[in-house]
C-alpha cells in the first residue's frame, strides 16, 4: 500500500529539516514526510563546528558572501539575496535559539552546543506535525503522471512535489542519475595536509599567520593566507583548508603528492626579511639567536627554522654572515614542504561535485528537466570553505524551496 502525501523531503540532514518547518509553518495543511536513511538524523549538525555547531557566517553583503564558494559561486548570488546570514539569525532566534558572532566571523549558538540546534529542529517538526521517518533508505525514484512515487526498504509512497537534501550521498546520485540528471563525480574538498618534515616534527599546537601556495604545472595559482596549525600529522588550519577546497579537483588529480611553498612571515619578501635580519644583526649583534624569536614568529617555530638555515644554538648574531642571513630569510619566506597524502578535517567530510548546477533553475531550486522535483545542500555541486557557510547554503535553498512550493 502506498502512502499518499504532498511533500517528501528525501535526506534527515539540515537543509531536510530547515525546508521542512519553513515550509510547514507557511503552509499547515500539507502533509510532509521526511525520509532518513539511518537510525539517526542530523548527525552532520552534530559534529559540525567541532560539536558546537557552526550556523552561518558573519557577512552580511550577498556578493562578499558568495566568495567563499569555490563551487556556487556565481549561482548563490540571486538565492543570497532572497536569504542570507542576518535571515538565518532571525529564523532561530525567532524558534529561541540564541546566536552569537565570535572574532572570526563565525556564528555558533550562545550554548556553544551542537545539540541546541538539533532540539530545535526536533521540536520543530513535532509542533508543525511533520513526519520524520527514519530507517527509510530510499531504493527507488519514479515519476508516474504528475506525481513521485518513492520507493524504501519500509514502504512505499507517493507525492506532488520531492526534495532531494541527501549531501554527498552516491547512492542518491545514482537514482538522480536514472532520472537523467549529470552528477559531476565527487571529489574531497575541507582537508588537511599529511607532512612529514624535520622542521615541524615536533611543533603539534603552534599556530601563525602565513601564506601558502601550491608549487605546480598546472596553470592554475592555488594561493591563499590565513592562520596555519602544525599538527602530528602536517599542516591544517583556516589557509590549508581553503587551499584544499579551492583546489579540491586539482589536488584530485595530482593524486594528493605535491609541493606547498609556506611563507610564516604572511606577505614579506625573501628580500625584505633579509634587511629585516641585517637590522636585528646591528641591534641584538651580543645576543645568540636563538634566546629571543623575532619577525613575530612564535619562539619554537623560530628556533626550527634557525636549525634548518644552519644556525648553532650558541651562535650570536654578530658572528652571523650575509650569506646565513640569506639562508634564514629563504627558509622563512620560502619553505618548501613535500605533502603526502590527505586527511579528514575533524569529522566534517566536504566534497566538490554534485548535480550539475546548469540543470537547476535557483529562482526556486527546481529542476530544470522535472517539476516539483526540487534540491538543496550539498547534493548539488556547491561547497564552501570552513567557517558555517556549507550551512548557509543549506538554509537559503531549503528557505526558497519552502517559498517557491
Known amino acids: ?227 596555519l596549525l602544525i599538527t602530528h600529522w602536517g599542516l591544517s588550519g583556516p589557509a590549508i583548508l581553503k587551499l584544499s577546497a579551492w583546489g579540491a579537483r586539482d589536488l584530485n588529480e595530482l593524486d594528493y603528492q605535491f609541493k606547498i611553498k609556506v611563507n610564516w612571515l604572511l606577505d614579506i619578501s625573501k628580500e625584505e626579511a633579509f634587511e629585516k635580519l641585517k637590522e636585528l644583526k646591528e641591534t641584538h649583534s651580543k645576543q645568540t639567536l636563538f634566546k629571543y624569536a623575532q619577525l613575530e614568529v612564535p619562539k619554537r617555530l623560530w628556533q626550527s627554522l634557525l636549525t634548518a638555515s644552519g644556525i648553532d644554538e650558541t651562535q650570536k648574531w654578530a658572528e652571523t654572515t650575509n650569506k646565513q642571513l640569506q639562508k634564514i630569510a629563504e627558509q622563512f619566506t620560502q619553505s618548501i614542504f613535500q605533502v603526502n597524502g590527505k586527511s579528514t578535517f575533524k569529522e566534517e567530510f566536504v566534497t566538490a561535485g554534485g548535480i550539475d548546477l546548469k540543470e537547476i533553475n535557483f529562482k526556486n531550486y527546481q529542476s530544470k528537466l522535472h517539476n516539483n522535483l526540487y534540491f538543496a545542500g550539498e547534493v548539488l555541486n556547491i561547497d564552501a570553505i570552513t567557517g558555517g557557510f556549507n550551512f548557509q547554503n543549506a538554509w537559503t535553498g531549503g528557505f526558497i524551496i519552502a517559498k517557491s512550493i
Open 1 to 227: 500500500m502506498r502512502q499518499k502525501t504532498d511533500v517528501i523531503i528525501i535526506g534527515g540532514g539540515a537543509a531536510g529539516f530547515f525546508t521542512a518547518i519553513s515550509l510547514a509553518e507557511n503552509k499547515p495543511d500539507l502533509k510532509i514526510v521526511i525520509l532518513e536513511r539511518s537510525s539517526e538524523v542530523l548527525t552532520k549538525v552534530r559534529v559540525s563546528g567541532g560539536g558546537r555547531c557552526n550556523v552561518t557566517h558573519a557577512e552580511f553583503i550577498p556578493k562578499e558572501l558568495t566568495q567563499n564558494y569555490p563551487r556556487g559561486k556565481k549561482e548563490l548570488l540571486g538565492p543570497f539575496h532572497t536569504f542570507m546570514t542576518g535571515d538565518t539569525m532571525e529564523w532561530f532566534e525567532k524558534r529561541g535559539v540564541a546566536l552569537k558572532i565570535e572574532e572570526d566571523g563565525r556564528i555558533f549558538p550562545e550554548s556553544n552546543s551542537s545539540q541546541t540546534i538539533i532540539d530545535c529542529f526536533l521540536n520543530e517538526t513535532e509542533r508543525l506535525n511533520v513526519d520524520v521517518l527514519k530507517n527509510h533508505s530510499v531504493k527507488k525514484i519514479e515519476k508516474v503522471k504528475e506525481h513521485w512515487n518513492i520507493v524504501t526498504e519500509k514502504g512505499d509512497f507517493s507525492s506532488h512535489k520531492l526534495v532531494i537534501t541527501t549531501g554527498s550521498n552516491a547512492k542518491v546520485w545514482k537514482l538522480i542519475e536514472v532520472l537523467g540528471h549529470t552528477i559531476v563525480p565527487p571529489v574531497p574538498s575541507l582537508f588537511t595536509f599529511n607532512i612529514q618534515d624535520s622542521r615541524i616534527k615536533d611543533l603539534p599546537g603552534i599556530a601563525t599567520q602565513a601564506s601558502v601556495k601550491v608549487i605546480s604545472e598546472n596553470k592554475n595559482t592555488l594561493e591563499t593566507e590565513g592562520a
